[in-house]
């Protein structure tokens, strides 16, 4: 099995992806001493096995490929009139803001906006979504979840941090960042040096956009 993504795909070839990450975010759990709730830790273990591949992190847009600023999507999301449309949003807007500030922190050190925005940003976006889904089927499938990564978004920001290190993605090594030059230029180092972590570029998202 190829990983084609953010994770280092030695450690996974050969392993369920759910199953890998089931395993990374129970240890990370036990040694961080982090009692979660089952479902919420099944959507965790999901989430990452979903946004392994990173065609999965950026959006095709008009202008290319990018990865979507936290703002506008919160924006699209307070905006438009379809119930649907909004708790997708909300969701993708949790979703990337959980994944960007646990795996690439030390990649935002440089941003204009640093972690503790996608930590705010991504708490509030589960919470507004539990708060849509009260008293809804939905809500009883999904609202505690949602309920506990709002309050514990930090926590979980930690728990993917092990996940990253244990992974091969140390902060140190500025993963998102080269990702991002490839991404603007297509260079065949950056390309050689991602898959040098692990990392397949993806041609067609060559010269997109990222911000």
Request: with cysteine; aromatic share 10%; charged share 25%.
């Amino acid at each position: 099995m190829r990983a084609e993504g953010v994770f280092d795909e030695t450690l996974i070839t050969g392993m369920n992806l759910t199953e890998y990450f089931k395993d990374s975010v129970h240890t990370a759990l036990v040694n961080q001493r982090v009692r979660a709730g089952e479902d919420t830790v099944y959507y965790v273990v999901n989430l990452l096995a979903y946004f392994t591949r990173a065609e999965k992190l950026f959006q095709r847009t008009e202008d290319g490929v990018v990865l979507q600023p936290l703002a506008q999507l919160y924006a699209e999301a307070a905006e438009t009139p379809n119930p649907e449309e909004r708790r997708h949003k909300l969701r993708r807007l949790g979703d990337i803001a959980l994944l960007i500030s646990g795996l690439f922190s030390a990649s935002l050190n440089r941003k204009v906006v640093d972690v503790d925005y996608y930590i705010a940003m991504g708490g509030s976006a589960y919470g507004v979504l539990c708060g849509l889904d009260r008293g809804t089927a939905r809500g009883r499938a999904f609202g505690a979840v949602f309920d506990e990564l709002s309050r514990r978004f930090q926590v979980f920001v930690d728990v993917l941090a092990e996940v990253g290190e244990r992974s091969h993605l140390k902060p140190g090594s500025d993963t998102l960042r080269l990702y991002e030059l490839w991404l603007k230029t297509g260079s065949p180092r950056m390309a050689a040096k991602l898959r040098n972590q692990g990392i397949e570029p993806i041609q067609s998202l060559a010269g997109a956009r990222f911000n």
